[in-house]
């Protein structure tokens, strides 16, 4: 985990990058560095923010310039099959970091094929000094972040929106408003502030003359089916898979720690991390109320022989709070697992820098609720939206689960709204389910859309903010190219869900716990507001950015969806 930030075309980059890596010193408060250079030909600055885990001397700082001068590299992420890519390049090296072998492979392989050969969590910026042409790469499933701003005059990047502050001026995008109105987040490529995008992920973007050009690198839909035809040989090929993901995030110089919330995910990856001998320290977080996970993380570290740690976390506390994680949250967010996620990185922050997590079981699995019967639920929301009860023109499955639809959204926004932007996003190539069964394009359009731009920018802005580094081995891009062709029976098949992965460790965890349905980590949202965010929520409802009559009868997520916007429009000065 760390921060990294760019400017090119502005006499003044080195001073900017300064300020811009500042701005981020929480995502990485082990050191800070900035390559700048100031000629006739064009001004570039790099910089960097670094948060120690692998080799901890001063040889793995950033930003880092090859041997020969032409390529400079700021990363952030890991690259966890470093050690075997290195093997793979030979030849010597100055430090013992994932960051000199993944410039070495770019400079040697180039920028394509060093990524395919990689296996992380990554985003990157590249400077060729030769070609003066810049590459900015961001990871197959979005796990780490990277946005940038494009203008006449120049070029700026960051891990992070409020380090392009000096750019954007806070000023909404009436494009992104509609999608966070529509989904309570918003997916790439729409930043919340105008002229700012985020890099999506699976692509890199290349300047050079100030002309850019993107480029889609990571295309799962064309991963290879799985040649495995037994329940048997699936079971094999499973484990296999989660056994080289859990080991390669395995590896840091630091300690290593895991959240064991006692589902099903986080049981299984604590199962393999203890077959493999690492007998990692689990946490649990108790946010009070009787929570059902909690008795099954104390059974599960139990049977594993995990040292375990409750962290007693005071809810309301959790609530009031709110004000800090608006200030790292730069875009509105009504996803309200935020506040018990912010809270359980808060709580470890001093004590580990890396952390593993079961994130991505349910998406590479099946493990919704809402994927049991889900072609008879599809079936009967196409018949709605087909005379006009419910949205679905683009994807009946996406649209159908909306806070708002749409034409309460172009009410809301009134002479702000610019068209239905949630119907654009799913026409692109990424969001775009392919044809198949219900359950395979709801699956699709969880793993493209929700999962890179909610779950992980939930989990990345809250560990980041506390200086963690979150792990999750289900993100393997292997294992999600593997899975996404599995036997739907081995996926959901009744009330059953998660079948084949249940199967897989049925002899390493109890049976209680395999069993188990799954449990949400979200909020008691209206009990919050009616409660410790009360006097907040009146302070900021209704929002002046929306128009007024439309917020007058608001209730549960459609409430939350407007207060979390104003609270955080007001933290962050927005304006249209």
Same mark, same amino acid.
């Given at each position: 985990m760390c921060a990294i930030a760019g400017v090119i075309g502005d006499s003044r980059a080195a001073e900017l990058v300064r300020g811009m890596i500042e701005a981020q010193r929480h995502r990485g408060?082990?050191?800070?560095?900035?390559?700048?250079?100031?000629?006739?030909?064009?001004?570039?600055?790099?910089?960097?923010?670094?948060?120690?885990?692998?080799?901890?001397?001063? /040889?793995?700082?950033?930003?880092?310039?090859?041997?020969? *001068?032409?390529?400079?590299?700021?990363?952030?992420?890991?690259?966890?099959?470093?050690?075997?890519?290195?093997?793979?390049?030979?030849?010597?090296?100055?430090?013992?970091?994932?960051?000199?072998?993944?410039?070495?492979?770019?400079?040697?392989?180039?920028?394509? =094929? @060093?990524?395919?050969?990689?296996?992380?969590?990554?985003?990157?910026?590249?400077?060729?000094?030769?070609?003066?042409?810049?590459?900015?790469?961001?990871?197959?499933?979005?796990? #780490?972040?990277?946005?940038?701003?494009?203008?006449?005059?120049?070029?700026?990047?960051?891990?992070?929106? #409020?380090?392009?502050?000096?750019?954007?001026?806070?000023?909404?995008?009436?494009?992104?408003?509609?999608?966070?109105? @529509?989904?309570?987040?918003?997916? @790439?490529?729409? %930043?919340?502030?105008?002229?700012?995008? =985020?890099?999506?992920?699976?692509?890199?973007?290349?300047? =050079?003359? *100030?002309?850019?050009?993107?480029?889609?690198?990571?295309?799962?839909?064309?991963?290879? #089916?799985?040649?495995?035809?037994?329940?048997?040989?699936?079971?094999?090929?499973?484990?296999?898979?989660? @056994?080289?993901?859990?080991?390669?995030?395995?590896? /840091?110089?630091?300690?290593?720690?895991?959240?064991?919330? *006692?589902?099903?995910?986080?049981?299984?990856?604590?199962?393999?991390?203890?077959?493999?001998?690492?007998?990692?320290?689990?946490? %649990?977080?108790?946010?009070? *109320?009787?929570?059902?996970?909690?008795?099954?993380?104390?059974?599960?570290?139990?049977?594993?022989?995990?040292?375990?740690?409750?962290?007693?976390?005071?809810?309301?506390?959790?609530?009031?709070?709110?004000?800090?994680?608006?200030?790292?949250?730069?875009?509105?967010?009504?996803?309200?697992?935020?506040?018990?996620?912010?809270?359980?990185?808060r709580a470890l922050q001093g004590r580990y820098k890396v952390v593993l997590n079961g994130d991505g079981g349910d998406e590479a699995f099946g493990g919704y609720r809402h994927y049991e019967h889900i072609a008879a639920k599809q079936a009967l929301k196409s018949a709605a939206a087909a005379v006009g009860l419910a949205d679905g023109a683009t994807n009946v499955y996406v649209e159908s689960k909306t806070t708002f639809r749409q034409g309460d959204r172009a009410q809301l926004l009134n002479g702000s709204s610019t068209g239905n932007s949630l119907a654009w996003l799913l026409r692109r190539a990424g969001y775009r389910a392919p044809s198949g069964t219900a359950l395979r394009q709801a699956m699709w359009s969880d793993r493209q859309l929700y999962l890179p731009n909610d779950l992980t920018y939930k989990t990345d802005i809250a560990l980041a903010g506390n200086a963690v580094e979150g792990r999750a081995p289900f993100l393997d891009h292997r294992l999600l190219e593997w899975t996404q062709s599995l036997p739907e029976d081995d996926l959901v098949k009744g009330r059953e869900k998660k079948v084949l992965l249940r199967a897989a460790y049925e002899t390493d965890l109890p049976p209680e716990v395999l069993g188990r349905p799954k449990q949400g980590f979200g909020a008691p949202i209206e009990k919050w507001l009616d409660g410790p965010l009360r006097e907040l929520a009146c302070d900021v409802f209704p929002s002046p950015l929306l128009e007024r009559e439309g917020q007058s009868k608001l209730r549960g997520q459609q409430l939350w969806t407007v207060v979390a916007f104003a609270l955080w429009a007001r933290e962050w000065r927005a304006s249209w």
């Amino acid at each position: 985990m760390c921060a990294i930030a760019g400017v090119i075309g502005d006499s003044r980059a080195a001073e900017l990058v300064r300020g811009m890596i500042e701005a981020q010193r929480h995502r990485g408060p082990d050191g800070e560095g900035v390559y700048a250079v100031d000629d006739r030909e064009q001004s570039i600055a790099l910089g960097h923010r670094r948060l120690a885990i692998l080799d901890l001397s001063d /040889a793995g700082r950033q930003p880092m310039t090859s041997d020969d *001068g032409r390529w400079t590299m700021v990363l952030n992420g890991e690259i966890f099959n470093y050690v075997e890519l290195r093997r793979q390049l030979g030849g010597i090296f100055r430090s013992e970091t994932d960051t000199e072998v993944l410039l070495r492979a770019c400079a040697q392989w180039g920028v394509e =094929k @060093a990524v395919a050969r990689s296996i992380g969590m990554f985003a990157f910026a590249l400077w060729d000094a030769r070609e003066r042409e810049l590459t900015l790469v961001r990871d197959r499933v979005g796990e #780490k972040p990277l946005v940038y701003f494009h203008h006449a005059q120049g070029f700026a990047f960051a891990s992070e929106l #409020k380090a392009l502050a000096p750019f954007h001026e806070s000023r909404l995008d009436a494009h992104a408003m509609d999608a966070y109105l @529509a989904l309570g987040y918003i997916p @790439a490529p729409l %930043t919340i502030f105008r002229g700012c995008r =985020k890099l999506e992920p699976g692509h890199l973007l290349r300047l =050079k003359n *100030g002309r850019v050009e993107m480029q889609r690198w990571w295309n799962p839909e064309l991963a290879p #089916k799985p040649p495995e035809r037994t329940r048997a040989e699936r079971i094999e090929r499973l484990r296999s898979l989660l @056994a080289d993901a859990v080991h390669l995030r395995l590896r /840091a110089d630091v300690p290593v720690a895991i959240f064991l919330s *006692g589902g099903v995910d986080s049981s299984v990856i604590a199962a393999e991390c203890s077959r493999q001998g690492s007998q990692l320290q689990a946490f %649990t977080a108790d946010f009070g *109320g009787g929570h059902a996970d909690l008795p099954h993380s104390v059974r599960v570290a139990g049977h594993l022989g995990m040292p375990h740690e409750v962290l007693r976390i005071d809810a309301n506390e959790a609530a009031t709070g709110f004000h800090e994680l608006l200030r790292h949250y730069d875009e509105p967010f009504a996803d309200s697992s935020a506040i018990p996620s912010f809270a359980l990185a808060r709580a470890l922050q001093g004590r580990y820098k890396v952390v593993l997590n079961g994130d991505g079981g349910d998406e590479a699995f099946g493990g919704y609720r809402h994927y049991e019967h889900i072609a008879a639920k599809q079936a009967l929301k196409s018949a709605a939206a087909a005379v006009g009860l419910a949205d679905g023109a683009t994807n009946v499955y996406v649209e159908s689960k909306t806070t708002f639809r749409q034409g309460d959204r172009a009410q809301l926004l009134n002479g702000s709204s610019t068209g239905n932007s949630l119907a654009w996003l799913l026409r692109r190539a990424g969001y775009r389910a392919p044809s198949g069964t219900a359950l395979r394009q709801a699956m699709w359009s969880d793993r493209q859309l929700y999962l890179p731009n909610d779950l992980t920018y939930k989990t990345d802005i809250a560990l980041a903010g506390n200086a963690v580094e979150g792990r999750a081995p289900f993100l393997d891009h292997r294992l999600l190219e593997w899975t996404q062709s599995l036997p739907e029976d081995d996926l959901v098949k009744g009330r059953e869900k998660k079948v084949l992965l249940r199967a897989a460790y049925e002899t390493d965890l109890p049976p209680e716990v395999l069993g188990r349905p799954k449990q949400g980590f979200g909020a008691p949202i209206e009990k919050w507001l009616d409660g410790p965010l009360r006097e907040l929520a009146c302070d900021v409802f209704p929002s002046p950015l929306l128009e007024r009559e439309g917020q007058s009868k608001l209730r549960g997520q459609q409430l939350w969806t407007v207060v979390a916007f104003a609270l955080w429009a007001r933290e962050w000065r927005a304006s249209w």
